[in-house]
């Protein structure tokens, strides 16, 4: 059911490092802008550059892997005007993070976003969860699938699908955002029924922080001799992401919703195309 609404614009972006920080300067001006992230020190450092920038910000601690938490930053951005754009950049990497707290937050914490947002909705807001093309190297059978985009919940964490990944961080990344695009794609239609918008953007290796660590793991090497080798010869940057994330939630996407934006440069098509093989 949609419902009217006229109040304030208000946007939303979790997780306050590189692509969120660049998300939230190009979309939050002239709104209000809540910003969201685990690490109270980091989400104080990000508010503060923004509010000396003129942006009119509000910092909100959250826990996305907490779903009472998420419902909380609902609560709080539903108050404050007219929900226009939700961006959730937040999220670890298998570099810096363990199996399970890569599926507690990048997997769970993404379809407590969806759940908890869609009833805050009103015609015209968009959903753009930041996945990864690491959900395009995935190899899940049909049934798999399904249950990733299906399935309650509460029961995420408990599907057969997760039960081989033990301590493998790279698997368990692999598999979360893939659960990350067809969780997407399922709950479009009932995005679609409030007026509203929901997809995902898969970044390659964009300059944070975050790829930084990656970059100095075992994997690093080998990540940027793939960007060599596919072409574009650099890492994306958070402007770049920050602009895909804004052609999705204006005016120009409006017949977009429930699919991903690949934004890597290349890497993915020449994986599938041009990798050599043995």
């Given at each position: 059911?949609?419902?009217?609404?006229?109040?304030?614009?208000?946007?939303?972006?979790?997780?306050?490092?590189?692509?969120?920080?660049?998300?939230?300067?190009?979309?939050?001006?002239?709104?209000?802008?809540?910003?969201?992230?685990?690490?109270?020190?980091?989400?104080?450092?990000?508010?503060?550059?923004?509010?000396?920038?003129?942006?009119?910000?509000?910092?909100?601690?959250?826990?996305?892997?907490?779903?009472?938490?998420?419902?909380?930053?609902?609560?709080?951005?539903?108050?404050?005007?007219?929900?226009?754009?939700?961006?959730?950049?937040?999220?670890?990497?298998?570099?810096?993070?363990?199996?399970?707290?890569?599926?507690?937050i990048d997997?769970?914490?993404?379809?407590?976003?969806?759940?908890?947002?869609?009833?805050?909705?009103?015609?015209?807001?968009?959903?753009?969860?930041?996945?990864?093309?690491?959900?395009?190297?995935?190899?899940?059978?049909?049934?798999d699938e399904?249950?990733?985009?299906?399935?309650?919940?509460?029961?995420?964490?408990?599907?057969?699908?997760?039960?081989?990944?033990?301590?493998?961080?790279?698997?368990?990344?692999?598999?979360?955002?893939?659960?990350?695009?067809?969780?997407?794609?399922?709950?479009?239609?009932?995005?679609?029924?409030?007026?509203?918008?929901?997809?995902?953007?898969?970044?390659?290796?964009?300059?944070?922080?975050?790829?930084?660590?990656?970059?100095?793991?075992?994997?690093?090497?080998?990540?940027?001799?793939?960007?060599?080798?596919?072409?574009?010869?650099?890492?994306?940057?958070?402007?770049?992401?920050?602009?895909?994330?804004?052609?999705?939630?204006?005016?120009?996407?409006?017949?977009?919703?429930?699919t991903d934006?690949?934004?890597?440069?290349?890497?993915?098509?020449?994986?599938?195309?041009?990798?050599?093989?043995?």
């Amino acid at each position: 059911m949609q419902r009217s609404d006229s109040r304030e614009e208000v946007v939303v972006v979790t997780g306050a490092g590189g692509m969120g920080e660049a998300v939230a300067r190009r979309l939050g001006s002239g709104r209000k802008l809540l910003i969201a992230d685990y690490s109270e020190a980091q989400l104080t450092r990000v508010a503060e550059a923004l509010t000396a920038a003129g942006y009119s910000v509000e910092a909100v601690p959250t826990d996305v892997s907490d779903r009472s938490s998420v419902e909380a930053l609902a609560r709080v951005a539903d108050a404050r005007g007219r929900i226009a754009a939700v961006v959730h950049t937040a999220g670890v990497s298998a570099a810096t993070s363990t199996a399970r707290k890569i599926l507690e937050i990048d997997l769970l914490g993404t379809a407590h976003m969806i759940d908890c947002f869609q009833p805050v909705t009103s015609p015209g807001t968009s959903l753009v969860c930041v996945s990864s093309m690491a959900g395009h190297y995935a190899s899940l059978s049909r049934q798999d699938e399904l249950a990733l985009a299906t399935a309650p919940t509460e029961e995420l964490l408990d599907l057969d699908v997760l039960s081989g990944v033990g301590e493998d961080a790279m698997t368990a990344y692999i598999i979360a955002k893939r659960a990350n695009h067809v969780r997407v794609q399922a709950a479009a239609l009932a995005w679609n029924r409030c007026g509203a918008r929901v997809n995902t953007v898969s970044p390659g290796v964009i300059a944070t922080p975050m790829s930084e660590a990656e970059g100095e793991s075992a994997s690093g090497g080998h990540m940027m001799a793939m960007l060599e080798a596919c072409g574009i010869g650099r890492k994306g940057t958070p402007g770049e992401i920050a602009e895909a994330v804004a052609f999705l939630v204006g005016p120009e996407a409006r017949f977009i919703t429930g699919t991903d934006l690949l934004v890597d440069g290349g890497q993915a098509a020449w994986i599938r195309w041009h990798r050599p093989t043995d």
